[in-house]
């Protein structure tokens, strides 16, 4: 037997079983590349169809009687109630009487939607489409009462995410003011 053709045979034998080799992992990765865009799809799908359900949410929020009447009070009587010395105290202290102090309501679950706003969890621009205006004007109202807190307890980032909506609130209007004007 003549060893030189047994080993070209056997080399061509191994060049074919790398090539196969090669043909089926080529194969494998793209199939795994293919998965992997599926489930980006699935989990991008998930997420938005999460961030709707806690948009909804939010929006219900918005129209809840509580939440009605404190914007009511914010819009018609803080400003005339800030004149009053004795609520302007208590407004300051760190935990007015909610029931007299509904801005407290108001700052309260605003700072609670803007965190869930700047942490990408809740939908900025379907929130700001809907309720941008009301946002903007109850954060000029209450920005002056926020930043004097902010003073008087020494923390800065005292309703930061109420004012970081606000902001994000502005930035649409000025992009879009046909779309903000209700």
Do not use: C
Not at 23 to 36: K, Y
Not at 82 to 92: C, G, K, N, P, S
Request: hydrophobic share 45%; no cysteine; proline share 2%.
């Amino acid at each position: 037997m003549n060893w030189e053709a047994l080993t070209a045979v056997s080399t061509a034998f191994t060049g074919l079983v790398i090539l196969l080799t090669v043909i089926f992992a080529a194969r494998q990765v793209r199939a795994l590349n293919d998965q992997s865009k599926a489930l980006g799809a699935q989990l991008e799908h998930l997420r938005r169809a999460t961030q709707l359900e806690g948009t909804l949410a939010v929006f219900d929020e918005l129209f809840s009687p509580d939440l009605q009447d404190a914007y009511r009070f914010v819009l018609t009587e803080f400003d005339e109630r800030m004149r009053d010395e004795a609520f302007r105290t208590e407004a300051l202290e760190r935990a007015p009487d909610s029931e007299t102090h509904l801005e407290v309501y108001i700052l309260r679950h605003l700072e609670r939607i803007g965190t869930l706003v700047k942490n990408e969890l809740l939908d900025a621009e379907a929130l700001l489409d809907f309720a941008g205006f009301f946002i903007r004007e109850l954060w000029e109202k209450l920005q002056p009462l926020a930043l004097e807190q902010r003073a008087r307890f020494g923390n800065v980032r005292l309703w930061e995410n109420f004012e970081f909506i606000a902001q994000k609130a502005n930035a649409v209007f000025e992009e879009k003011p046909q779309m903000t004007r209700r």
